[in-house]
Every structure is written in C-alpha cells, then in structure tokens.
C-alpha cells in the first residue's frame, strides 16, 4: 500500500511504549500494533486525533503517501 505507518519512529521519538500509548488514547495495544506494522486498512479520525493529540505531532508525522503500484487487495485500475 503507498501508504506508510511511521508510528514507531515517533514513539521512539517520543520514548514512549506502545502500551503507554494504548492507555493514553483508549485503544487496544493489538489495534496500535496493527496500524504500527501497516496492517491497517483504516483509521479513524477520531483515533488520528487522540494519537495526535498524545503524540503532540500532525497526521503528516504518522502517516505518508509513497507513490507505487497498488496492494494486490488494493482497486483495480482498467487497463487502456
């Protein structure tokens, strides 16, 4: 997916665990990690906002687009 995760460099960053950061914004540390390894196929805003709001960063920090071919999952384009 051209989207990618940056999570654990911020809470590197930061010096805070996973589980600190689960206690902080309500979510499970099973949810945290599947958005962390990029296994995500949504967030919402609501959890953007609370990691945000924890993390004191911008959605920008934590998620990037990297242009490239599309998940096997992902829509399909037609061919021309």
Request: hydrophobic share 40%; with cysteine; charged share 30%.
């Amino acid at each position: 997916m051209p989207i990618r995760v940056y999570l654990d460099r911020v809470l590197l960053e930061r010096r805070m665990s996973l589980t600190e950061l689960a206690d902080r914004v309500g979510v499970t540390i099973a949810n945290l990690s599947v958005l962390k390894t990029g296994k995500a196929r949504a967030v919402r805003f609501s959890t953007l906002d609370a990691l945000c709001r924890e993390l004191n960063c911008q959605p920008g920090d934590l998620l990037v687009f990297e242009p490239g071919p599309p998940d096997e999952d992902g829509p399909e384009t037609p061919e021309e």
